[in-house]
């Protein structure tokens, strides 16, 4: 029986009830409903006092989420998407975010974001936003791209002391399977080569993970260019260490992105292998993101504003020539 990335989230969530008393869900339907994506499916019927339906407000969820951690409890919070998480903002940076460092006192709580985008779902439903999280000390932002991970960081999320801010991309929640769960796996902050290669780095996290592998298949079979592709895993912290040592056995370096191109983990990630891998490179760094505007809600529309598999492999391409 094959497990999608889906059952993965809800499989951890499940495990981390089972396992830690301190732990509870709280956000809009995930009781009865089992949440807005099933996420939550029957966990409420197992836990009844510990998967909580809250009310139509992101920052009384976030806001209770943190009193409930200082009080010593792990809070999984869902939004419903994570475009909504903007309306709890304050309380993830200025409180959750700052609170170790303020009063020394842990904040251990996990904000689940589905995000990205999907055909239809358009500019309120499709955002990427970890790189705005990443920008704020204090909070630990992943982006499982495999059903594997998908269960394991959740389950280490947690774990940490620190909140955490977990992009789960919705796209993949029945697009992948895998096999199994897995028993163990790398640790948060450890980035994955997914692909090995000798002519190019791509790094890209999220779904674009499967874009950019997939143009590596495309790119190996018409014109024997192998590419090599980090699967980042986590934004903050950021493996740089695992990112140099792959620009440095190929020498060029894509960084593919589904979210806007300004100030995101794109630019930061071209911004450390300029300052501290400038030598490594043959030419310059390149980075393909979504397009500057809004999310279109039309099929066709939202295809060409994200990139794709094809868009990668022309990019890759174009740069494999300089």
Sequence with gaps: MSITYLDAIRAAQERALRDDPRVFIYGQDVGAFGGAFKATKNLHKEFPDRVVDAPISEDAIVGLA????IDGMRPIIEMQFADFSTVGFNQVVNQAATLHWRTRVPCPIVVRLPSGGTSGGGPFHSQMLEGLYA???GLVVLTPATVEDAYSMLLEAVAIDDPVVFCEHKYLYYHLKADSLPSEALPVGKARIARQG?????VTYSAMLHESLEAARELAQEDRIEIEVVDLRSVK???TDTILASVARTGRVLVVSEAWPWGGVAAEVLARIATEGFTLLDAPPQ???ARETPVPYHPNLWASHRPTASSIAAAARNLTRL
């Design 237 to 239: 912290p950021l493996d």
């Design 287 to 289: 980075r393909l993101n």
């Design 198 to 202: 000798r002519d190019l780095t791509i």
């Design 66 to 69: 943190v009193g409930a951690a």
């Design 135 to 137: 920008l704020y000390p």
